[in-house]
C-alpha cells in the first residue's frame, strides 16, 4: 500500500508515513541501545579495567576521532552512493563490534586497547552512518516537512535518553557492564531490519563531473563541500557556535563519569536513573521547536537554545555533594530542552538551504567541524581532570560552552523568521 495522499488543508502526519515511521522505529532502537553502551562502555574502563581520568579522556576521544580522519572523505562518497545501503551496513558492522567486548570479558582478555580499538572502529560506522542518515531524510520526506520530520526523529532519541540510562544502569548492577552492551548490538541488528524494510525507491546519485565533463576527484570534492560551509553565511556560523560547544562539552563530558562516581559517590544504578529522569528534557524539548519558531523566529529560536547549554552545565560542578540530584537533574532538563530545540531546528535549516548533490559534503563537513573538535575536547578535560581536578575541569567546560553562542548571535542567523526558499552562499 502507498502512503496516504494529502487532503485538502491539512496533510496527514509523518506519523502515517510508513516508509518514514520505519527509519524512525530503526532510529529509536539503535538509540535505546546506544544509551545503554554510553553508560556501560566507560564503566568498563572505570570498574572493571580500573581506568584514570585521562585514559577515559582518550577512551571519549577514540569514539570521536574518526569524524577527523574519514569524515570529510565519508561525505563525497555519500553524495556519490545510495544512502540507505550505508545506514544498513554501519548498524551490521557496529553490532560485530560491540559484540566483541562481552566476549573478550568473558574469555579473560579485554583490554583498554581493545575498548580504544572497537571505539575508534564503532566510531567510523557512525561517521558514515550520520551523514547518511540526514543526507537520507530529504529523500524520504518533502522538504517542507523537514522540521517535523527532524522533531519526530528527536523524540525518538529522547524517549531512548528517557529509557535507556536507568536500564542500562540496571544491567550494569545486574550483568555487569561489558555483558550490558550486548544489548545495543542487538539494537543495531534490529535497527538494519527496520532499514531494510523501506519501500520507498532511492534514486542513484548523479555523478560529479566538471566543467569538462570529467570525474570531480575527491580531494576536490572535499575543497568544495569545505569551501561551501565556509563562505555559507549561516552554516559558517552555526558551525562555529556547534564546534566550540562541542569543544568545551567533550571536556567535561570526559571526566562526568569518574566526578559522578567519585566524587559525588554515585552508584551506576543511581546514574542511571538520574540520567533516565532528566533526560525527560530531551523529550520536552523534541516538542517545542515549532511552536518556539512561529512565536520568536527561527534565528532567535537557534541563539537561544544555544545559550542556554553554557548554563545548564554549571549547575553540575555547583551540585553540593550532600545533596547533588536536584542539581544534577535541574542541569540535564535544561541540557536537553536546549540541545534538542538547537539540534531539530539548525539542521531543519541545513538541510532545505542545500542542493541534493551537496548535502552529504555539506553534512559531512558540518561534522568534520563540529564533532571533529570533541576528541581534542576529551584528552584536554581528561589532562585536566588528572591536574587541576574534576571540578574545577566542570567549571571551565560550563564557562567556554556559555562562549559558544555569541557566533550565531552577531550574525546573520540571528535575523532569520522561517527557513528560506535559497540561502545565499556569501
Keep these: 500500500m502507498s502512503d496516504p495522499p494529502a487532503t485538502a488543508g491539512a496533510r496527514p502526519s509523518l506519523w502515517r508515513h510508513r516508509d518514514f515511521l520505519k527509519l524512525w522505529t530503526a532510529e529509536t532502537v539503535s538509540q535505546f541501545g546506544s544509551q545503554i553502551t554510553a553508560i556501560a562502555l566507560p564503566l568498563v574502563a572505570i570498574l572493571v579495567l580500573e581506568a584514570d581520568a585521562f585514559e577515559v579522556g582518550l577512551l571519549n576521544a577514540a569514539d570521536t576521532l574518526p569524524f577527523l580522519i574519514v569524515g570529510l572523505p565519508a561525505g563525497v562518497w555519500i553524495d556519490r552512493l545510495r544512502r540507505r545501503p550505508i545506514l544498513i551496513v554501519g548498524d551490521l558492522g557496529r553490532a560485530v563490534l560491540l559484540t566483541s567486548i562481552p566476549v573478550a570479558h568473558l574469555m579473560g582478555v579485554l583490554s583498554l586497547a581493545q575498548l580504544y580499538v572497537v571505539g575508534f572502529l564503532v566510531g567510523v560506522l557512525t561517521v558514515f552512518f550520520d551523514v547518511a542518515y540526514q543526507s537520507y531524510l530529504p529523500a524520504l520526506v518533502d522538504r517542507d516537512r523537514l522540521v517535523e520530520g527532524n522533531a519526530k526523529l528527536e523524540i525518538s532519541r529522547s524517549a531512548a535518553a528517557v529509557a535507556g540510562p536507568p536500564v542500562g544502569g540496571a544491567l550494569v548492577g545486574v550483568l555487569s557492564a561489558p ?213 574545577e575541569t566542570l567549571f571551565v567546560s560550563a564557562a567556554g560552552a556559555r562562549l559558544a553562542c555569541l557566533f550565531v548571535l552577531f550574525s546573520p542567523v540571528r535575523s532569520l523568521r522561517a527557513i528560506p526558499e535559497a540561502a545565499p552562499a556569501g
Design 179 to 391: 555483558i550490558a552492551i550486548v544489548f545495543d548490538a542487538i539494537s543495531f541488528l534490529a535497527s538494519a531490519l527496520f532499514l531494510l524494510a523501506i519501500r520507498k525507491p532511492e534514486p542513484t546519485p548523479e555523478p560529479h563531473l566538471d566543467e569538462i565533463g570529467q570525474r570531480v576527484g575527491m580531494l576536490r570534492s572535499i575543497r568544495d563541500g569545505l569551501a561551501y560551509v565556509a563562505t555559507h553565511r549561516y552554516l559558517r556560523n552555526i558551525a562555529a557556535t556547534t564546534g566550540v560547544g562541542n569543544l568545551f562539552g567533550a571536556m567535561g563530558y570526559a571526566v562526568l563519569m569518574l566526578y559522578l562516581i567519585r566524587d559525588l559517590g554515585l552508584s551506576p544504578g543511581t546514574i542511571g536513573l538520574v540520567l533516565g529522569i532528566v533526560s525527560l528534557g530531551f523529550l520536552v524539548g523534541a516538542l517545542l521547536p515549532d511552536r518556539i519558531q512561529r512565536r520568536i523566529g527561527l534565528g532567535p529560536t537557534i541563539v537561544a537554545s544555544a545559550a542556554v547549554d553554557g548554563l545548564a552545565l554549571f549547575l553540575v560542578p555547583l551540585a553540593p555533594p550532600a545533596s547533588p540530584i536536584p542539581f544534577l537533574v535541574a542541569s540535564v532538563v535544561l541540557l536537553g530542552i536546549g540541545q534538542v530545540v538547537y539540534n531539530v531546528s539548525q539542521v531543519s535549516l541545513r538541510q532545505a538551504i542545500t542542493p541534493d548533490n551537496m548535502l552529504g559534503r555539506m553534512n559531512a563537513t558540518m561534522r568534520f567541524i563540529v564533532f571533529g573538535t570533541m576528541p581534542l575536547g576529551a584528552v584536554i578535560g581528561g589532562a585536566l581532570g588528572a591536574t587541576i581536578g574534576l571540578r
